[in-house]
């Protein structure tokens, strides 16, 4: 076990010693809730946690399906303000970020490929929903920006077409925001800390008219100074700088009618994000053509091989500018027998970045840029019954659409010849010496574009066959039609009529110009069987058939022996698959130890990935495809105990086996690679970005003093290696590393907290993500963590 390991290990068993000593007074914690109604704290085995996952609320330990849940008091004693921090206690989600267009998101291994493969394309989908108030955000990207007013975070995990409107295959993740209230309210929280960190949250929420209208307003800013260093600017890079508001009104006329709108805006800009010199992977090209004899070809030398010095020296400007937000209208209209539910929404996600591609101080590329503007609209019409009766419903309509818009472009600089080429290209009587400035000032610029529209009708019913014995059943049938558009031209550069040098120079830039249509229908389903073995026992097992539709390659096609397109690879076939899962729910004690286990086998068929066709020339050397199947089986546990009146204990545990069932053609590793394109057979081999264990551990302990209390609260996560690259080279892998975070504070009876928290504690170093240099040098980059950070937190609530 890593050191790190044993530190945190060693923490929570000082404190479990500090805290089994009797206390005389000790208060269990309960969250305020601003509704009128209780709503337990998840860490708070004694009480009910009530969960929305399918579409009615329930009691989550009588739900039989995979869920976490995560409330507003964990958040904030967490200070889990993203979903990058949300993975940080929920093992089975993993959330990877090169930057926030480049974010993805699993459950359970699966959802989307890793960063560098997915959703760089905007013809892919996630196979992960992201709702927020019931509605689904189509871009990963928007689940990089910072929560506000949470009330609770529900992940489900494996299929959830048959409830959610948009399709789902991996899981979901649910966030409900608080809605407003008819009693006045209002919070206030600021946060100051090391490493200039700045946080400020507000909420207000109260009536406008009687008890018919009433409304609620909350926002956010994070301020945060870059933790890597530029020795050649000397700016601090990869900083925070992010901020959101929400408004919101909630009509409710009589007591079966309520209407509630929704206005949300958030933006993230910030010198943002670079990655730093990892290690270079030799590979099996000449030794003139990797990265040691190139850099020192040109005197060049990164300003650290250590990662964890955090410093770059890159030379092309970087910076971050993105934005989204939307409006939504949620009607309700309890009809006695069932509730009728309208979500209608629109929202839109603006991006533009600049990067240094090339990572290092010389003038490789000098310019890469790929803004985008996606614009969707969503509709779903729901019919859920209401109560618990024999027979209980919910059926739903849905509709999406969706455009985004991107406008792809980026420049070469002075040395991007002898990078990229070297000295001589062609063959035989036709080799030519290369001009240093063959590609000075070589781009391209161009324009992609995918329209989307999707309908679906979904149904499941839960049917009590005996007194303690549920059978669900539910389908979903879908109907998507996708467009898209990639056209491309090229720029600049060395001008000449030298057909080697011209055929160069198109090997790394080339004018492309296609389009593609998909349309695809799919029927699919699951099936459940559950058993309240007693009042505190449930044991359920189920199946279920998911689907995850087809894509279109929007980042350039492979060419034919005549330099054109191949247009038979621009559609990507869509994922299907099936799962098998039994779980046990438990919660005994009169309630204080809460014990959920749950194991699952996962195929998926037609798995979206890199695929190599070496009968295609170099131009293009991989492609976005489909691959035969990949299979992830696991165990998950999840346990919460009351020890003592004052201290609760919570651990979460995942195993994950997740394996390239068969991969014949894939893309090689970078120690197999020549100068030559081939293909590689990573059948058998494990599933890119899937750690086999991750395990989280959170402690909370409350000692009543004078007038108010003292809360402590720590939580520790653990993932073990994994391969951060799909070409699963040696040189990608992603060692096992733990993060713990902690807090210690006083929280007065009239509302007022003072808290002092440290965000990675223990200052671990590990690796959150790598990427391979374009051009095969060898040259592997790496994001490394956030150092430590410390500080103190102020709350009101009134």
């Known amino acids: 076990m890593p050191t790190r390991t044993c530190a945190a290990t060693t923490l929570t068993a000082a404190l479990i010693a500090i805290v089994a000593t009797p206390t005389s007074a000790a208060a269990r914690e309960t969250p305020s809730d601003r509704t009128g109604a209780t709503e337990p704290d998840s860490a708070s085995p004694d009480g009910e946690i009530v969960v929305t996952a399918r579409q009615r609320s329930e009691n989550a330990q009588t739900v039989p399906l995979a869920v976490s849940v995560v409330s507003e008091a964990l958040i904030d004693r967490s200070y889990t303000v993203n979903t990058q921090q949300l993975a940080l206690l929920v093992p089975s989600l993993t959330y990877s970020s090169a930057n926030p267009r ?9 959802g989307s490929s890793v960063v560098a493969v997915s959703q ?3 013809g892919l989908e996630p196979g992960v929903g992201f709702y927020v108030d019931q509605v689904y955000h ?10 506000s007013d949470i009330e609770r975070i529900e992940v489900l995990r494996g299929p959830q077409g048959t409830v959610f409107g948009k399709n789902t295959t991996a899981g979901a993740i649910n966030i409900v925001t608080r809605a407003p209230t008819f009693t006045p309210e209002a919070s206030e929280e600021l946060s100051v800390g090391s490493s200039g960190f700045v946080q400020a949250k507000a909420a207000a929420s109260g009536p406008l008219i009687g008890d018919t209208l009433a409304f609620r307003v909350s926002g956010v800013v994070t301020r945060r100074d870059g933790y890597i260093r530029n020795v050649a600017t000397g700016a601090r890079q990869n900083g925070i700088d992010n901020q959101a508001i929400r408004g919101q009104l909630l009509f409710r006329p009589t007591t079966d009618l309520s209407v509630r709108l929704t206005a949300d805006f958030s933006n993230f800009e910030s010198e943002c994000c670079t990655q730093v010199y990892l290690r270079f992977g030799q590979s099996l090209r000449p030794a003139a053509r990797q990265y040691p004899a190139l850099a020192a070809g040109l005197h060049y030398a990164p300003p650290s091989t250590n990662p964890y010095d955090r410093l770059t020296n890159i030379d092309a400007p970087l910076s971050v500018d993105t934005s989204e937000g939307g409006v939504s209208a949620i009607v309700d209209w309890s009809l006695g027998f069932a509730t009728l539910t309208s979500v209608s929404a629109w929202r839109f996600w603006n991006w533009d970045a600049a990067n240094d591609r090339d990572y290092t101080g010389i003038p490789i590329q000098l310019i890469q840029h790929i803004p985008s ?11 859920a019954s209401n109560g618990h009766h024999r027979l209980d419903y919910v059926a739903g309509l849905y509709v999406f659409d969706q455009k985004i818009v991107g406008r792809p472009n980026s420049v070469y600089g002075s040395q991007a010849a002898y990078w990229l080429i070297g000295p001589t290209t062609g063959t035989g009587t036709n080799t030519v010496r290369v001009p240093v400035n063959l590609l000075d000032g070589y781009g391209t610029d161009g324009k992609t574009q995918l329209t989307q529209d999707s309908y679906a009708a979904f149904a499941e019913v839960n049917a009590r066959i005996v007194p303690r014995v549920t059978l669900t059943g539910g389908v979903r049938y879908t109907r998507e039609i996708k467009d898209g558009s990639y056209a491309s031209f090229v720029f600049g550069g060395l001008q000449t009529t030298n057909a080697a040098l011209l055929n160069a120079k198109l090997g790394v830039l080339r004018p492309q110009s296609y389009d593609a249509h998909n349309a695809e229908s799919n029927t699919s389903g699951r099936v459940n069987l559950a058993w309240t073995v007693t009042d505190q026992v449930l044991a359920y097992a189920s199946y279920a058939r998911g689907f995850k539709s087809g894509g279109i390659n929007l980042s350039g096609l492979p060419l034919d022996a005549q330099n054109r397109p191949v247009l038979t690879t621009a559609v990507i076939r869509p994922e299907r698959n099936q799962t098998y899962e039994a779980g046990l729910k438990s919660q005994v004690f009169d309630r204080r130890l809460t014990a959920n286990l749950a194991a699952y086998l996962t195929d998926v068929r037609d798995f979206q990935a890199t695929l190599v066709d070496s009968s ?15 299979t992830v089986k696991g165990v998950e546990a999840d346990l919460t105990a009351q020890v003592t009146p004052a201290f609760h204990f919570r ?4 195993f994950a086996d997740g394996r390239y069932s068969a991969y014949p053609a894939g893309p090689c590793p970078l120690e197999r690679q020549t100068n030559a394109t081939t293909a590689c057979d990573l059948t058998g081999r494990p599933l890119a970005g899937l750690s086999k264990w991750s395990e989280t551990i959170g402690v909370d302990y409350a000692l009543p003093l004078g007038s108010g209390t003292i809360v402590l609260h720590a939580d520790s996560n653990f993932r073990s290696r994994y391969y951060g690259d799909p070409t699963l080279s040696r ?3 992603i060692q096992g590393y733990n993060q713990t975070n902690a807090s210690l504070g006083f929280r007065a009876a009239k509302g007022l907290e003072v808290f002092l928290f440290a965000r990675n504690l223990f200052n671990a170093n590990y690796i959150q993500n790598v990427t391979i240099q374009a051009g095969n040098s060898g ?6 963590s956030e150092p430590r950070v410390i500080g103190i937190t102020w709350r009101a609530r009134q």
């Open 779 to 784: 040259l592997i980059l790496g994001t490394p």
């Open 651 to 654: 651990a979460n545990l995942a």
């Open 138 to 147: 189509a871009r990963p990207a928007t689940a990089a920006f910072d929560f």
């Open 120 to 122: 760089a394309n905007d």
């Open 731 to 733: 040189f990608t892998l």
């Open 373 to 383: 503007r996606q614009d969707q609209f969503s509709q779903e019409l729901r019919l």
């Open 102 to 110: 480049n974010t993805a998101f699993t459950i359970r291994g699966l």
């Open 616 to 630: 295609q020339t170099v131009a293009l050397r991989g492609y976005l495809s489909n691959i035969p199947k990949v």
